[in-house]
Every structure is written in C-alpha cells, then in structure tokens.
Nanobody, 122 residues
Framework: QVQLVESGGGLVQAGGSLRLSCAAAGRTFTNSMAWFRQAPGKEREFVAHISWNGFTTNYQDSVKGRFRIFRDNAKKTVYLQMNNLGPEDTAIYYC????????????????WGQGTQVTVSS
C-alpha cells in the first residue's frame, strides 16, 4: 500500500503560480500518477496525468499551456506546476496513483491523497 501526501496549496492572486507536490510513502513509486481537483459544489475532475516513467503526459483542456505535471521517481514525488492561475482554478487538488483511461475518462485504481486547497483570488 502507498500513502500519498499533497502539499503546496495556498492562496494566490489571479495570474500567480503555485507548485503542488505529492509525496509517496510505502511501496515503490512505479505507477502512473494524476492530479484531480474538486471545486465547491462540483464533481471531482481530472486535471493531469503522467506515465510511470514521465514520458507521457495528458491534460484537461482548460489547463493546457498553464499547468505542467512532472515527477521525480528517486524522490517518489509528483508535482503540478500551475501558472497563470485564475479564480476558476480554485479547488481542492488531489493526487492519485495507478491511473487508467477508458472511453475518454480517467479512473483511479490505486490510492488517493488527502488533498490540498488552492484558492485564487480575483
């Protein structure tokens, strides 16, 4: 079993940047990873995915060109660099492991982190 712990959230003004981290503890860090987010009153949605080796990444259309997902397997950590943030990015951000895509949707087969709050003020 793996435990995922997110950090790096906070309050930022529109146009600002944040970098989220998700550190894994437990078994080896060899699964694909992803970030999801859940805004108040909305369902949790996919944000970004990265393959186990970092060679493949995928993004939700609304964050393409602004967010970047990357990982350091030696540190067992996945990151989400978020630039040019807007109020619409306000949400709790969750990382998850062992990700599958099917029929255009993303599914988590492994563990979730506890989430980190990102608030963007206008």
């Amino acid at each position: 079993q793996v435990q995922l712990v997110e950090s790096g959230g906070g309050l930022v003004q529109a146009g600002g940047s944040l970098r989220l981290s998700c550190a894994a503890a437990g078994r080896t860090f060899t699964n694909s990873m992803a970030w999801f987010r859940q805004a108040p009153g909305k369902e949790r949605e996919f944000v970004a995915h990265i393959s186990w080796n970092g060679f493949t990444t995928n993004y939700q259309d609304s964050v393409k060109g602004r967010f970047r997902i990357f990982r350091d397997n030696a540190k067992k950590t996945v990151y989400l660099q978020m630039n040019n943030l807007g109020p619409e990015d306000t949400a709790i951000y969750y990382c998850a492991e062992d990700i599958r895509q099917y029929d255009g949707s993303w599914y988590v087969r492994g563990e979730w982190g506890q989430g980190t709050q990102v608030t963007v003020s206008s």
